[in-house]
């Protein structure tokens, strides 16, 4: 009733930009924050951008300056621009949306399946 489908992954050189998307299905009445997680070999999963229903934007400390989080709630999706990638921002992406389902009063989060990003020469 309610999935969250990430895309535009792939393998990209050092200093490279990439678009990654994430679309929710569904009939959804509201939705809240938006944003992405990155876990990368061996580490825990970390914020990599999030935005707020009032587009208030937080970014994780080692993309600042380097990814741009959009949102466009019309099509239910958010966006994430990565710039000047460095091999270091290799890891699965997951895309994490909370949102309160048409019908239901409970808010949930949902988390997609996550795309791979590759970063290397």
């Known amino acids: 009733q309610v999935q969250v489908v990430e895309s535009g992954g792939g393998l990209v050189q050092p200093g490279g930009s990439l678009r990654l998307s994430c679309v929710v299905s569904?009939?959804?009445?509201?939705?809240?924050?938006m944003g992405w997680y990155r876990q990368a070999p061996g580490k825990q999963r970390e914020l990599v951008a999030s935005?707020?229903?009032?587009?208030?934007?937080s970014y994780g400390r080692s993309v600042k300056d380097r990814f741009n989080i959009s949102r466009d709630d019309a099509k239910k999706s958010v966006y994430l621009d990565m710039s000047k990638l460095r091999p270091g921002d290799t890891a699965i992406y997951y895309c994490?949306?909370?949102?309160?389902?048409?019908?239901?009063?409970?808010?949930?989060?949902?988390w997609g399946q996550g795309t791979q990003v590759t970063v290397s020469s």
């Open positions: 569904g009939t959804i009445f509201r939705l809240y924050a």
């Open positions: 994490n949306v909370r949102l309160q389902p048409s019908g239901l009063s409970r808010i949930s989060d949902y």
């Open positions: 935005s707020a229903f009032d587009k208030s934007i």
